[in-house]
């Protein structure tokens, strides 16, 4: 096929707009590139289109209208055309829904050089005010980044004038856009630190090129980072980009920080905290081979690099790369897909992969290479179970005497405590002392989690919040509503008054504007600025608090409830990775788990620290119910603001399911989903199971094929589920 349409051939441009078909144009005057990014005609607008192929033909030719104008950004390549195929073909995405999300960059067709931009310079400042400390202080915490004049006024919360009066003294720098502007060189042959024998044998394992998925397993503090760093510094010598994918709450500058000072300039950042800015800029390096290395969250793997060589999902089973909404992708299995593609090693890494990877590592699909000890003098936390029912508790207090003693222990030495507990939020139910009533969502089948530092109700399902209220809703007796059970916020009461003269703080997602905000103020906590914290799961990724000795885990029992088949695994991952949050200096750490049942498997396997056995034990139950990575399953969720027809398209689903039986799938439900209501739409939950090898996805296809979903009803396939809600 001809890689080049010239003025008036028919080519055929996908575009972004949700049509199930692509559409015939006219090469524009000029002509157009195989892959070139266009902006074509559609209806009364301009919208966003990749030219796909020759055009079919199939229309009057004097009726097709023209290509509008070609984008200047290089055209997508045919290995990304194949992935976004692919990768569609798997989640049963349409394809203009991948396009959509290659094509991410704000201002992707904007000529060159159309605005100035402003980052940080070196003048002095004549006369400091809190407007200009504040812009200064922007510019700071996003090291070195540039901004809009708009951008970077409403960041910092002050008038534009602002950052000119910063620029006219040259402490702001204003310059051209630098959409243009490579990155600044990497140094791949800066020395890297010395490394243990243990390191340096996984260093040699991963020295290859072309495709291959390796496991890199070892505890937190084991030396992983390092170890892949050294892979990225390979990759960038053979010439290729690499991209290091990180959930996005570890994206902290502490991980910048290292991979500049590793290799002498930062990488480009791909997240949510990032410019608009600074997003056209990276697109356009990263398609030019001007950004060597991208460190980002899971939407970096669309990006249109230009030789990807190299790809390390850090925290690999970590649920975040999991898209929920939109595109249900994992982004774990997709990065194996796009560098089977693009002939890229991948570098899975964790301390407590997941069980498909490890599974896929013990069947010899993926390479293992593992690091057995921590770095240095740190060493594994003890790990004990407090056996609550030999604990003296009284009914709202959740903090045992033992725990108690050894948080005492800690402050007196001046060392941290951090107290686990896997729930945001004051107390997970209101009830009514006088009539039992709990507080509900209005919108959702879910209860509302009181949060006194909001003073709010709110709803973790949709995110409506209420007032907090004085009388019952239903009975209206004032003053006889109480919270039941604990959360954060609560555990911060409890041991503020355990220990008055300690400094508790809180970490809970909720208590901080933005993720930025969010992750400074981890940052200042590690380095000392507490000796108690209590937080949820965002402590358990990827920060390092040397000072801290103690975990004690309020709830260890939580996971292990509810009806997720996932609930071991993911039960075991966390408790792990708190415990590893202990002692990574030189101090051993010690972690502590209140439960119930200290005799139950999965909190055995966690305390002997018998992770393999674990892991046999937990992938024999799931081969012996077919369930993943032993069986395949989609996810099927139907949802509309009627119950009725939702679940009379469910019941019509599951009796006609011969597509299904053809390839040995078998239909269950449908049932309420179970959140069987989410923002005032009811949901109804199918799920599909099929043999190992089974051609699942076609037979998804055909089987719902014939559904037209009338009205408001919505049908959405999850491919591989990761949560049943
Ligand atoms: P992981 O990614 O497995 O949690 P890291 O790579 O972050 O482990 O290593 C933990 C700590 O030990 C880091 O502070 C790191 O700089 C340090 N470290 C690891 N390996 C070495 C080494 N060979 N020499 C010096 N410091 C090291
Ligand atoms: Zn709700």
């Not at 970077?152 to 003294?169: D, F, N, Y």
């Not at 990488?267 to 997003?279: D, F, I, K, N, Y």
């Not at 799961?537 to 939580?558: C, R, S």
Request: hydrophobic share 40%.
């Amino acid at each position: 096929m001809s890689g080049f349409f010239h003025e008036g051939e028919l080519v055929g441009v996908v575009t972004t707009q949700p049509l199930d078909r692509m559409l015939d144009y006219k090469a524009p005057e000029g002509g157009c590139h195989l892959g070139a990014f266009v902006e074509v005609p559609l209806g009364p607008r301009k919208v966003l289109g990749v030219v796909w192929g020759p055009g079919k033909g199939d229309f009057d030719y004097a009726k097709v209208r023209s290509v509008i104008r070609v984008l200047d950004v290089p055209p997508m390549r045919d290995e990304m055309k194949d992935f976004l195929t692919r990768a569609g073909a798997y989640t049963l995405t349409p394809l203009s829904a991948m396009v959509r999300l290659a094509t991410r960059s704000p201002g992707l067709g904007d000529p060159p050089a159309m605005r100035k931009v402003f980052r940080m310079g070196t003048g002095e400042v004549d006369r400091m005010t809190p407007a200009r400390e504040k812009v200064l202080a922007v510019l700071e915490e996003f090291g070195g980044l540039s901004f809009t004049l708009k951008e970077l006024a409403e960041q910092a919360g002050v008038g534009p004038s602002v950052v000119k009066g910063l620029a006219a003294q040259g402490a702001v720098r204003e310059e051209d856009s630098p959409r243009d502007l490579p990155f600044a060189r990497l140094d791949p042959s800066r020395p890297g630190k010395e490394l243990t024998d243990d390191q340096a044998a996984a260093v040699a394992a991963l020295d290859r090129d072309g495709y291959s998925t390796t496991l890199l397993k070892g505890v937190t503090g084991s030396g992983k980072t390092e170890v892949y760093l050294e892979a990225v510094a390979a990759c960038l010598r053979r010439g290729r980009q690499a991209l290091v994918l990180l959930p996005e709450i570890a994206l902290t500058s502490e991980f910048l920080t290292r991979v500049e000072e590793r290799f002498g300039a930062r990488p480009a950042e791909w997240h949510s905290g990032v410019t608009m800015t600074e997003r056209r800029r990276v697109w356009r390096m990263v398609a030019d081979g001007g950004a060597e290395l991208v460190v980002g969250a899971r939407s970096a793997l669309f990006l249109p690099y230009r030789d990807l060589g190299l790809i390390v999902v850090d925290e690999e089973h970590d649920s975040s790369y999991k898209q929920e909404d939109g595109v249900l992708y994992n982004a774990r299995d997709m990065t194996v897909l796009r560098a089977s593609l693009c002939g890229a090693q991948v570098v899975l890494a964790s301390a407590t992969p997941s069980l498909e990877t490890w599974a896929n590592a013990e069947a010899g699909k993926y390479a293992r290479v593992e690091l057995t000890s921590r770095f240095g003098d740190a060493v594994l936390p003890e790990m004990r179970a407090i056996d609550m029912r030999r604990e003296d508790l009284p009914g709202s207090r959740w903090v045992s005497p033992t725990l108690q003693r050894e948080i005492a222990k800690r402050i007196e030495k001046g060392e941290q405590s951090l107290v686990f507990l896997n729930r945001r939020g004051y107390a997970p139910m209101t009830i009514c002392r006088a009539c039992g009533h709990q507080i509900m969502c209005d919108h959702c089948d879910a209860r509302m989690v009181e949060h006194r530092f909001l003073k709010r109700l709110m709803c973790h399902q949709c995110g409506e919040t209420k007032p907090m209220p004085t009388a019952c809703p239903s009975c209206e007796a004032e003053d006889r509503l109480a919270p039941i059970g604990p959360g954060v916020e609560r555990m911060g009461e409890e041991l503020a008054e355990l220990f008055p003269d300690a400094k508790v703080v809180v970490l809970s997602s909720d208590l901080y504007g933005t993720s930025r905000e969010l992750k400074a103020h981890i940052e200042a906590i590690a380095e000392g600025g507490a000796d108690i914290i209590i937080g949820t799961q965002l402590v358990a990724k990827g920060h390092n608090f040397p000072h801290l000795t103690l975990v004690g885990v309020i709830d260890a029992d939580l996971g292990l409830q509810g009806s997720d088949l996932r609930a071991a695994e993911k039960t075991f991952q966390l408790m792990r990775q708190v415990a590893g949050r202990a002692g990574r200096a030189e101090k051993r750490g010690v972690a502590l788990m209140q439960t119930f049942q200290p005799e139950h498997p999965v909190i055995t396997a966690i305390l002997n620290g018998d992770e393999e056995a674990f892991w046999r034990a937990e992938a024999a139950e799931r081969e012996q119910a077919g369930m993943p990575p032993y069986g395949r399953m989609a996810g099927v969720i139907l949802s509309g603001p009627e119950v009725g027809p939702v679940f009379d398209l469910g019941n019509a689903l599951a009796r006609n399911d011969g597509a299904l039986k053809r390839v040995g799938a078998q239909v269950y439900g449908p049932a309420p989903a179970p959140i069987a209501r989410i923002r005032g739409r009811h949901r109804v939950r199918l799920l599909v199971k099929a043999p190992k090898g089974a051609a699942l996805q076609g037979a998804l296809a055909d089987w719902i094929k014939p559904v037209r979903l009338k009205g408001d009803l919505r049908l959405q396939i999850d491919i591989d589920p990761q949560s049943f809600f």
